[in-house]
T-cell receptor, first 114, second 114 residues
Framework: ETGVTQSPTHLIKTRGQQVTLRCSSQSGHNTVSWYQQALGQGPQFIFQYYREEENGRGNFPPRFSGLQFPNYSSELNVNALELDDSALYLC?????????????FGSGTRLTVV | AQSVTQPDIHITVSEGASLELRCNYS??????LFWYVQSPGQGLQLLLK??????LVQGIKGFEAEFKRSQSSFNLRKPSVHWSDAAEYFCAVGLKTSYDKVIFGPGTSLSVIP
């Protein structure tokens, strides 16, 4: 089975720009969750997508948005980038119906905002 | 509000010594509990999880954790540490909501001395 792949691995953007991060879920998984991990901190839940709809959201502003596609892959979009958005963005896929939190994480996208 | 605390920011142990990483949580009910490990520049790998039943849980790489309801704790242990265990360790709580939301602690960084 294939794991979770994220692209790109590294990205540098300027404050005020917009960015799109991509995630391919593990084969057989139908749910994608996105996390933001600032340097030296634990991952923070951004939101989760299931059946192409947002299925839960953490304490992040609306400029963080996402999409899920019919093949269960997902995108995270961040508008009007701020310096504090610099972080490792992690994608995790799972099979929601199992309710066993079988998260499989990707290796992340390192975003630097300058 | 739900939260996870890991009192030790950084721990250094000698190779072959035993290890215990502490984790405390705050949640209204018995949550799902996890330990993840993150190597530098990598995503998160699940070490073990507790849902119910036996409070001593065995995981991969020789790790185990014990759930103590009275102390709201879920400490991770390993009898003999290997140099390859040096990494960041995260305790996490899975909330029993309609979606798979996992809250992570701030992490404990483990260094291993040869």
């Amino acid at each position: 089975e294939t794991g979770v792949t994220q692209s790109p691995t590294h990205l540098i953007k300027t404050r005020g720009q917009q960015v799109t991060l991509r995630c391919s879920s593990q084969s057989g998984h139908n749910t994608v969750s996105w996390y933001q991990q600032a340097l030296g901190q634990g991952p923070q839940f951004i939101f989760q997508y299931y059946r192409e709809e947002e299925n839960g959201r953490g304490n992040f502003p609306p400029r963080f948005s996402g999409l899920q596609f019919p093949n269960y892959s997902s995108e995270l979009n961040v508008n009007a980038l701020e310096l504090d958005d610099s972080a490792l963005y992690l994608c995790a896929s799972s099979l929601l119906q199992q309710k066993n939190y079988g998260y499989t994480f990707g290796s992340g996208t390192r975003l630097t905002v300058v | 509000a739900q939260s996870v605390t890991q009192p030790d920011i950084h721990i250094t142990v000698s190779e072959g010594a035993s290890l215990e990483l502490r984790c405390n949580y705050s949640y209204g009910a018995t949550p799902y509990l996890f330990w993840y490990v993150q190597s530098p520049g990598q995503g998160l790998q699940l070490l073990l999880k507790y849902f119910s039943g036996d409070t001593l849980v065995q995981g991969i790489k020789g790790f185990e954790a014990e759930f103590k309801r009275s102390q709201s704790s879920f400490n991770l242990r390993k009898p003999s540490v290997h140099w390859s265990d040096a990494a960041e360790y995260f305790c996490a709580v899975g909330l029993k909501t309609s979606y798979d939301k996992v809250i992570f602690g701030p992490g404990t960084s483990l260094s291993v001395i040869p």
